[in-house]
């Protein structure tokens, strides 16, 4: 196969990746940049364990082509910590108890971050709709809505 060069920003750096044109976002990101947050799972974007921002709108890595983000920027969850300081939303997950095995929680943290930006003070109804492309098999529903929750209220008095 032919392989192709792409260029694109990722988690706010310049990236540039040579790739083979079948493969999908999680491989680009876990083979090339080591960034193993983006899991797949049932390879079928149904779960919501391999989310990716791309340019703002999240993705399923598993079903979105590596060729796609040539141009694009491109966010993991590994951009949400600042350092060692973790984002609100992470905060928030911990303070929770937001995840038993953790395989999920990638995922979720970057929609929770999303659904922050567009609507930051949610009710449980907003929050279950928003994440509703996310499954956790440990069944850890109620905490990741009370994550959410925490996390609005600590944005808010960031923002304050």
Known sequence: MTKRTISFTLN????TAEIEPHHNLVELLQSDFNL??????CGQGMCGCCTVLVNGTAVSGCLYLAA???GARVATVE??????TL???????????????GYCTPGFLLMATQLLD???????DA??????GNLCRCGAYPEIIEAVKIAARKRKATAA
């Open 118 to 124: 567009e609507n930051p003070d949610p009710d449980d």
């Open 87 to 101: 984002s609100p939303v992470q905060e928030a997950f911990i303070e929770a108890g937001a995840f038993q095995c």
């Open 127 to 132: 929050i279950r709709h928003y994440l509703s």
């Open 12 to 15: 706010g750096e310049p990236a």
């Open 79 to 84: 951009s949400l910590a600042n350092g060692d």
């Open 68 to 70: 796609f983000v040539d």
């Open 36 to 41: 193993m947050g983006a899991r797949e799972s």
